[in-house]
Each structure stands twice: as C-alpha cells, then as structure tokens.
C-alpha cells in the first residue's frame, strides 16, 4: 500500500469538507503549518492559515484553531510568523541533469563578452592533460554588452578562442542548447572544414570565405562529438540538479526530453527514495520510446512518471534555428528550419495516441507552432476516440493570429516558460520586427483568453530554474532590473493568480495529476512551497525578494533555509 493511504481513507472519512477537521482525539497530525498566509488554488477555500499533514498527504486547511485538534506529542509544528505557503511549484520544462551539468562544466552563464567567455575557458585549462577537452554551457551573445566580436551573422568566430586554446579542444554550448560553439582544435578532430555541408535542420555558420566560424546550430552540433559525461558525473550532476530543485521551491519537474540511460538513473534513485523532487519524464524520440514499450506511472511511490514523448520541431530564436512564416528581420535570407518532419511528427503523434503516451514537441518559430498543431489536429482526427490526450506545444513562443486558438480548441496544453520573454526582450525584436511581436511573441493573456491551459516553467538551466523569477516575469513582463517590456505588450502579463496556477493546478494538469498535487486540498499530496513573502500581494518590485524558507515533498521538509536538509526520503 502506498504510504499515506491508510491515513488518506481515514481522513476521507472523517473531513467532511475543505478545511473542516472532524477528527477524533486519536487522529493527529505529523506535521502542522500554522500562523501563515496560505494561498491553497481551491477556489472553495483559497485562503487559510494553517496546514496540518497525515502521512504524505494533506490532512486539513483552515485557521489556526480548526487545525489545533491535530496537534499531538509527536506532531512537528512549524510556526510560519507570517510567512506564505503555496502548493508546491512544478517546473512544466525543464533539463534536470543540464541542471547539474552546468555546474560540472565551465558555467558561462552571466558572461557579457567574448573575452570574458576566452577567459573562463582559459582558466580551466589548468590541471588538464593536452589534448583533454574543454566543454562549457551559457553564453548567450545577446546578452553580451561587449557586441565588437559579433562580426559574422550575429555571432563571433573561433580565431580568438582558438588563439588561447591551441592544446585543447574546446566546445562550448549556448544557453538555449541550440547551438555550439567550437576551436580550432575541435573542429580539425571532428573534420570540419570549409567544404562540411550543414545538414538538413541545421546550420554550419562560415564568413565570407566559406571558411567555419565555429558556430554550429541546431543538427550541426551532432558534428562535434565531445565525449559522454561518465555515469559518475551523471549521478553528480543528478544529486546537484535535485538539490538546487529542492532549495528554490521546485517539488516535481517534467524533465522534457531523456534517453534511456537516463531513464534507468532515475528508477534507480526513485527505487531508493532519492529521487526528490518528483519527475515526470519525457522520452527523446519516435524509436526511443518504441524500445521502451509503455507507460509507467507513479514508480518509486509516487516519484516517477515515464508516459511523455518529447520532440524538437525547430531550433531556438536567438540563435535563429526557430522556423518562422518569414525570414527574420535581422538575417533576410534566414526562415530557421525544422529539426524533425513533419512526417515523423505526424507518425509520433499516432504512436503516442495508440499507446497512452502523451506527446510534447518543442515549438518556437510561428511556422513551427503551426506545423504541429497540423500534425496533432490530423493524428486526433484520424484516431478520434482517443480522449483527452492532453499533448504540449513546448515553448510556444512565436504564434501566427490564427492559431492562437487552436490551442484551447485542440485541447493542447501551451507549455510556456514566463521568464523567456525577458530573457528575450532586449534582442527579439530585431530577429522579429515589431508587427510579429506584437502579434504572437509570448502571448499569455491571448491563449489564457481563448481558454488555453499554459505550464510554466524555465527550461532551465537555458535559465535559472527559481520559480519566483518567472513568476515574477510573468505578472510584471520586466526583467530583474525592472526595465519595461521594451516592445513587448504588457497586457499579455498574467495576473498573478493565473501565474500561480501556471505554476500549480495547472501545471499539474499537463501531466495528468491534477487530482494528487497542484492545490492545497485535504487528500491531496503534502507538496509545499514556504516563500518569506506574500508574492500575491507584495509591490511588484519585492516578489524577487521572497525567498524559500521550506520546501516540502510528501509530508517532510526537504529543505529548510536555517537547516539545510538535504534531498531523501
């Protein structure tokens, strides 16, 4: 039997309703809230003061005196002075092992030039073999304030870099993951040379010679093959992912796109309790997930879900892999492509409907939004008793009008990571034009308007994966200096209830678990988020200011900001 519910079916029984304990006297709680601002996302009670917790699930919401009766010897009460709690946030898209990989690597986010990318670089030399590869992840050229180098479509070339490192090759991968950067050295090994076709779904970036620049986009990355990471830096990378998860809010996270191996990794932790926060994982590819067979749902005690598909359709606007109706603005001769068929779309889609698997395809550029919304419309058409498959459109950053509500009509969840329309802010309109941006560019009040579902997420670690701050970026459209939306219309802002149920309900409606987590309801999961602030009523300016105090999974504190606990359970 799972654990907690044994104590579910009692408290079943004697909760009458939301919030109204009836408990006898041999009833208690494990754990109690109490003497906070709760935000539960049940429109029947959406505020109260106290929490208690039976086992691994919510025993009662209400104020303070209604969850006194559940206080016993052994209860751990947790006097909140005023602090928020909400469900606990669910990343709807994220890498969980990029996560942790960034950090094993030479992290090159924040940087803001070439130079200080050559720096970094540089300086992890040291200790290395000659020869031994360099890898790294995070520059972003659109965010450098240093734009001198950016001398070949936007991009610089690898001649500075392979001038400071001609012992060791070197590749480094942008921020969005959607295109490297190599020297020299790498691309003699890899065989790269002014005569390399880029292949179909990616670009091979040359200058005016034809010579390679090093920038590879897209399926021109496969040209560089840098060695796996071993399975002992997957596991570290894996531990230091959760733990970053656990510290910033996150109690589960949709992991969009994972081999096998990966896959293996996670039963493994799952089976050991280790697998904490929750993950629902998506598998990479038609023939990956034909090898895996089917679904498997709440593996490990409730802790991993292996019934999604994911797919890529295009590449990324900033590295303009994103397939557009039109050329960018700032590369005319540039639409983006698709990094998979619409065919084998097509083909995935009926696969996953007779299958019972759900299907969620990275989608960025209109024309690829519009190509897979075709491929999902004709895949339900043709196997219409299937129900209710709830499919995701990743990403859906760049709409044409007319498709904004295909979505709602679909029944296809937009899952969209709020923070991306700051992140991009300061550069999508030149790769757009202001009449593209402001027709479709990261639309949330249109699709919400339409009756459209939208998860939100940060795909990171292309950003921080702190709830807070896409919270943030959601109701305000600014980004953490507090600039305006720059183009960008700030009447497509969320409000804040719809950025919190984004990160909540809904997000647990888009992989099918809205009936266990998402809101604060007696018999749900005890998955928790404690903030130091009230991010649904402080100024704007102060919700970047809330930090975790707790993170709660399954009835027991993973994290406490004075303690520290670490993941487990």
Not at 64 to 88: M, N
Not at 220 to 236: F, G, H, Q, S, Y
Not at 374 to 402: G, N, Y
Not at 446 to 466: F, H, R
Request: aromatic letters at 6%.
């Amino acid at each position: 039997m799972r654990r907690g519910h044994a104590a579910l079916l009692l408290l079943a029984l004697a909760i009458p309703s939301a919030g109204r304990p009836a408990l006898g006297q041999a009833s208690r709680a494990d754990l109690v809230l109490r003497n906070g601002v709760v935000h539960t996302m049940d429109s029947r009670r959406p505020g109260a003061a106290a929490v208690a917790v039976a086992g691994n699930t919510i025993a009662a919401v209400g104020t303070d005196a209604e969850v006194a009766s559940l206080v016993g010897p052994a209860t751990r009460v947790i006097d909140l002075g005023g602090a928020t709690v909400v469900p606990g946030f669910k990343e709807s898209h994220g890498h969980l092992l990029g996560i942790g990989h960034a950090r094993l690597t030479v992290d090159l986010v924040g940087t803001r030039s070439y130079q200080e990318v050559i720096d970094r670089v540089a300086a992890a030399r040291e200790g290395r073999r000659l020869g031994e590869w360099i890898v790294g992840r995070g520059w972003h050229e659109g965010k450098w304030t240093d734009t001198s180098s950016l001398t070949v479509r936007g991009f610089p070339t690898h001649h500075a870099l392979s001038a400071a490192t001609p012992d060791h090759p070197v590749y480094l991968t942008r921020a969005d993951g959607h295109a490297g950067f190599a020297n020299a050295r790498a691309m003699a090994l890899m065989g790269i040379t002014a005569a390399t076709v880029s292949p179909e779904g990616g670009d091979v970036i040359k200058d005016r010679d034809g010579a390679p620049t090093g920038v590879l986009v897209d399926r021109a990355r496969d040209l560089v093959k840098a060695p796996d990471p071993t399975p002992e830096e997957d596991r570290k990378a894996l531990e230091l992912a959760l733990e970053e998860c656990l510290r910033k809010g996150v109690t589960s996270f949709d992991d969009a796109g994972v081999d096998l191996e990966t896959i293996a990794l996670y039963k493994e932790y799952a089976a050991e309790g280790r697998l904490v926060p929750r993950v629902y994982a998506m598998i990479r590819g038609l023939d990956a997930v034909r090898r895996y067979g089917r679904p498997e749902v709440a593996l490990g005690d409730g802790f991993l879900t292996v019934r999604a598909v994911k797919l890529s359709a295009d590449g990324a606007l900033g590295s303009r892999g994103a397939a557009l109706l039109e050329p960018y603005s700032d590369d005319p001769g540039n639409s983006g492509f698709f990094t998979t068929p619409p065919d084998t779309v097509l083909e995935t889609a009926r696969f996953c409907l007779r299958n019972g698997f759900q299907l969620c395809v990275h989608a960025i550029g209109d024309r690829a939004n519009r190509m897979v919304l075709d491929a999902f419309e004709r895949a339900f058409r043709e196997l219409p008793a299937v129900k209710d498959p709830r499919f995701r459109d990743e990403h859906t950053q760049i709409l044409d009008e007319a498709d904004i509500p295909r979505l709602a009509r679909m029944g296809v969840i937009a899952s969209m990571q709020g923070i991306h329309a700051t992140s991009d802010r300061p550069w999508a309109i030149d790769r757009l034009g202001p009449q593209r941006v402001a027709e479709g560019a990261y639309v949330w009040r249109k699709l919400l308007q339409s009756g459209a579902v939208i998860a939100n997420g940060t795909d990171a670690p292309v950003e921080d994966v702190d709830p807070v701050k896409s919270f943030y970026a959601s109701v305000t459209r600014q980004d953490e200096s507090g600039r305006p939306p720059g183009g960008f219309d700030p009447g497509q802002r969320m409000t804040r209830e719809q950025a919190l149920r984004s990160y909540t309900l809904d997000g647990a409606y888009a992989s099918f678990e809205e009936d266990q987590k998402g809101s604060l309801v007696p018999g749900k999961l005890a998955d928790m988020t404690v903030l130091s602030r009230d991010i649904m009523s402080v100024p704007d300016h102060e919700i970047l200011q809330a930090e975790v105090l707790y993170t709660i999974v399954d009835g027991k504190v993973r994290y406490d900001k004075a303690a520290v606990t670490p993941p487990g359970h």
